[in-house]
Every structure is written in C-alpha cells, then in structure tokens.
C-alpha cells in the first residue's frame, strides 16, 4: 500500500515523501526504509529502491485517481461546505441514512465513522492519500454513502481531486480562516469549489437565507431557508426540543435553536430526494441526536450546561440568540492562538452584549499567550458584565458555581476536542469530563 506518513509504513508498502507546510516528507524517508518499505518515491536525494520523480504530490494525486477512483466510482458521495454546520449536518445525515438501513460513512471534524468504529481526523477534510484510503475502506465494507465535510483548506490544497459528489451542500458563509485565505472572496471562491464537482446529474442544496447563497447555484440547485424551495416557518424551542414547520409539514427534534432548524432541514431535504415517505422522515427527525461536541446538553437541576464547538463571531452569535428566549445565559469563551486575529474583538462583543455573564478564559492558545489573546477579545466589549479566569478548567468550575435557577451555561469553542494546544503540547483536556466531575 502507497503511505505518505512513515508512522503508518508496513513491510512492503511503498512510502511518497511529500513537502507539507511544516514537515517535508524527505526528511523521514530513513524511518521508512527502517520499516522495510519496498519502495521510496522522491524527488530529491539518492536511496535504495527509489523511484525518483519531479513533482511527488503531482504523484501522489495522479497515482490515487488511477489506481482507486475505478474501486471507488460507485459510492453515493455527499459534500458539505459551509463556516457553521458542517459538523452537525454531515452527522446529522450520516444517523439518518443509516436508520433507514442505507449504510453510511461519515468523514470530518470528528473523525472517521464507519460501522461502528471511529478514527481520529488530523485534518477537517484529509490529505488526499488517507481521504481515498478511507473511501477504499468504505467500499471494503459495502458502505453505500460517504457524508463528508468539505473545508475550504481541503478544497484549497486539492483533497478531494478526483471525486465527483452527488450532492453538494451550502450551509453558510461568515468570517473566519482568514488568517489563512486573507479575504473573505478568497475563502469564498474556495468553497465554490465543491460545485463543480458535482457530477452531471448531481444536486446542489443551498441555504438560500446566506447572502452568498447565489454564488453556489448551479443548474440543479434546492434552495431551504425563510423563502426556499424547502420553507422554514413556525420555529418554537425550549429546553427539551424544538418544533418547526418545512412547506407546512411539522416537525419534532431533540436538537434545540434555530441554527439547528437549518441544518435538520438539510436532512429532510436529502431524504426527500431519496423517496422516503413522510412518516418515516417525521420519525426519523425526532430520533437523530447532536453531534459530539455541538450543542451537547448536560443537565443541572433545572438548568443546562451546553458544550459547543461555537468559535467563530456567527456561530456565537446565533448559538446564544436561539438560547435567550429560554434562561439566562452564562458564556465562557475564548479563542484559539495563531489564528484570524480579527474576529477576536467580535467574538467578546458579541459574548457580552447577548449574555447575563461572561467569563473569558484560554481556549487553544498554542504558541500565543493567552493573556493577550483575551485582551484583543475585550477591545469593543463596553459592558462590565464580565471577568477573566484564564485557567479552562477553574473558568468551568466558576461558571457552574454561578448557575442559578433555569440559567443555561454555555461552554464555547472546544467542543469534541479532548485536548488543550500549549506551546506546541497537546494536553488532555476535555469540556464536558470537567462539567461532569463537577457537577
């Protein structure tokens, strides 16, 4: 088997080393040989068994869509794009086609889910290589669909070259990466780039309520939303589930916020398209949980403490506003370092103007100080209803501290993560074990 990551090398496999952003696939070369790859494909150096070539990525991409695509043409492939929503609707999908006995594999944020095993993702869309070792896998067990998230870097760096999607989905477009695509017309015209790869009888399904919405219409395009082609109408929440209406049909979900009547709605979209009658999707809607990580609910007496993946100045935004109308809200947030600096003072507003209380705290500093990460939050907070506890943990343990009667307590910006990014470090930590041992 063809490996890009000398870790993964087994005797026999040959091994591609490829320049990344931070590492070059040159430099473990001797690890792989050590583990008895076969063959080295390069494009510098001398080694034994080499195979010496240009460009290797050029490669490595021509080598995947002659040697897998003919294995993996036939999976259903559905592509999700968007700032907000990637997650919950892929997962969202991924539970639905598989009640219905359709069997799904979902790849993204939250790894790999297949059967009923999961694998780690280092990346939101892989490299290319493990994307198409994955869909390999998919195939080797009779998967029928592949839901995947399809992020603007993936799409950037080429991923997913090769595939052609039967659906692709729109969710929205707000700020954030634009510390790495500068404007937001760059990192738009990066997630326009999945409608093009639709395939010719492919359908593209748009949240027509996005001010972008038009850039990704096609020649077969479902809009959902307000005014859609799929109405969202009649939406009522509180803190057990939510009741909307789509084109005057109700609907029942354990999800709460209006965010997440835009994502179900994609849901009922798909399964429309697939023919299910009416009754089934009714039931099939009540049934589908929240994703790991995104609007996760804990109960308190009669409060809730939800953990949310929440870190850009929309998904905050609208994560609190679809809350208000149900307790008082109580935030911790932060921001992760060496990131869009520019949505920092956003984000804190944002927290401060629709909260009772914020509490700041660090969330991924990675190599910045936290210190002066929350310092940009609070340069357009002018409200004082607020403090900083820059220790994650000790921020979640005050805020449970300060829930009141009916108050909810929202934990942004970690989500699923089982970890907290230090100077370069990876340490365990995760949201909702603190909430828990706490409680």
């Given amino acids: 088997m063809l490996q890009n990551d000398s870790r993964k090398v087994k005797p026999g496999d040959i091994f591609i080393a490829i320049p990344g952003i931070k590492h070059d696939g040159h430099d473990y070369i001797k690890d792989a040989i050590k583990k008895q790859a076969s063959k080295v494909i390069v494009s510098k150096g001398n080694y034994p068994n080499m195979i010496k070539v240009n460009d290797t990525n050029e490669y490595l991409h021509n080598y995947v869509k002659n040697k897998y695509l003919p294995i993996i043409k036939n999976l259903k492939l559905i592509g999700i794009t968007g700032t907000n929503g990637k997650t919950t609707t892929s997962y969202l999908i991924y539970q639905a086609l598989n009640k219905l006995g359709k069997k799904c594999a979902y790849i993204g944020t939250i790894g790999f889910y297949i059967n009923n095993t999961i694998i780690n993702n280092i990346n939101t869309t892989p490299d290319i290589l493990s994307l198409y070792h994955m869909l390999l896998e998919c195939v080797r067990n009779d998967v029928e669909y592949v839901v995947m998230e399809v992020s603007s870097q993936g799409l950037y760096y080429n991923r997913v070259d090769g595939l052609m999607f039967d659906y692709a989905i729109f969710t929205n477009l707000t700020q954030d990466h634009l510390d790495f695509h500068k404007t937001m017309d760059n990192y738009l015209q990066e997630k326009q780039k999945l409608f093009r790869l639709l395939k010719n009888d ?107 993946y929440a870190h850009t100045p929309d998904a905050v935004d609208k994560i609190i506003n679809s809350l208000k109308n149900i307790g008082s809200i109580i935030t911790i947030i932060g921001c992760g370092g060496n990131r869009d600096k520019s949505k920092r003072k956003i984000m804190g507003k944002v927290a401060c103007n629709n909260s009772k209380y914020v509490i700041f705290t660090s969330d991924n500093p990675r190599y910045e100080n936290a210190n002066d990460i929350i310092f940009d939050m609070l340069q357009e907070v002018d409200t004082f209803n607020y403090e900083i506890e820059v220790n994650r943990e000790k921020a979640i343990i005050k805020g449970i501290q300060m829930i009141e009667n009916n108050d909810i307590l929202l934990i942004l910006g970690k989500g699923h993560e089982d970890y907290q990014e230090i100077n370069g470090i990876k340490y365990h930590f995760n949201d909702k074990e603190i909430v828990l041992k706490n409680i």
């Fill in 202 to 308: 492919g359908i593209g399904i748009v949240n027509s309520d996005d001010e972008y919405c038009e850039k990704f219409y096609t020649n077969h395009t479902i809009t959902y939303g307000l005014d859609g082609n799929y109405k969202i109408s009649d939406i009522k929440y509180n803190l057990a589930h939510t009741s909307f209406m789509v084109n005057d049909q109700l609907y029942n979900m354990n999800l709460i916020g209006k965010h997440n009547v835009y994502n179900m709605c994609v849901v009922i979209i798909i399964l429309k398209l697939l023919n299910i009658n009416n009754e089934t999707i009714i039931s099939i809607i009540s049934e589908l949980k929240s994703a790991p990580g995104r609007m996760d609910i804990v109960k308190y007496n009669n409060n809730l403490i939800i953990i949310d």
